[in-house]
């Protein structure tokens, strides 16, 4: 289901890239790099809401490490995006970059509010964000 190709070095390895740049095959990540890979891009992400301000382009920069452990998945990394709001003291517009470090476990049996599922042996990284 993930897209693979061979590295530039030519050996043959092949490289797991996510599903639409959030859904990561498990399987292959296991198989094919030991269960751990890095990933990072910039990808947007539909329905990005903030309680007092708005990502204007919705676009979240991302470098996630992922460790398929037994069954369960441990991801850990930064997520960068751009906010814009208007201060509540002078109303002018106020707008900044946040950074945010994330360190969440995926499992098939996920608990609420606790850890995220994995289905069919995939993760979907955008709820995550």
């Not at 910039?42 to 329905?47: A, G, I, L």
């Not at 945010?100 to 509010?113: C, K, M, W, Y």
């Not at 599922?117 to 955008?126: A, K, S, T, Y």
């Amino acid at each position: 289901m993930s897209d693979a190709s061979p590295d530039a070095a030519g050996s043959g390895s092949r490289r797991v890239t996510p599903i639409n740049g959030w859904v990561v095959d498990l399987n292959r990540l296991r198989r094919d790099h030991r269960g751990h890979q890095t990933f990072g891009a910039t990808e947007v992400v539909d329905d990005l809401e903030l309680p007092s301000a708005e990502v204007p382009d919705q676009l979240v920069t991302h470098r996630l490490d992922v460790d398929a452990t037994g069954s369960d998945a441990i991801v850990t990394g930064t997520l960068t995006y751009r906010w814009r709001t208007t201060c509540r003291r002078c109303l002018e517009p106020v707008e900044g970059t946040a950074t945010l470090d994330v360190q969440e476990i995926f499992q098939p049996e996920a608990v609420e509010g606790e850890t995220w599922p994995i289905v069919e042996d995939h993760i979907d990284l955008e709820p995550l964000v």
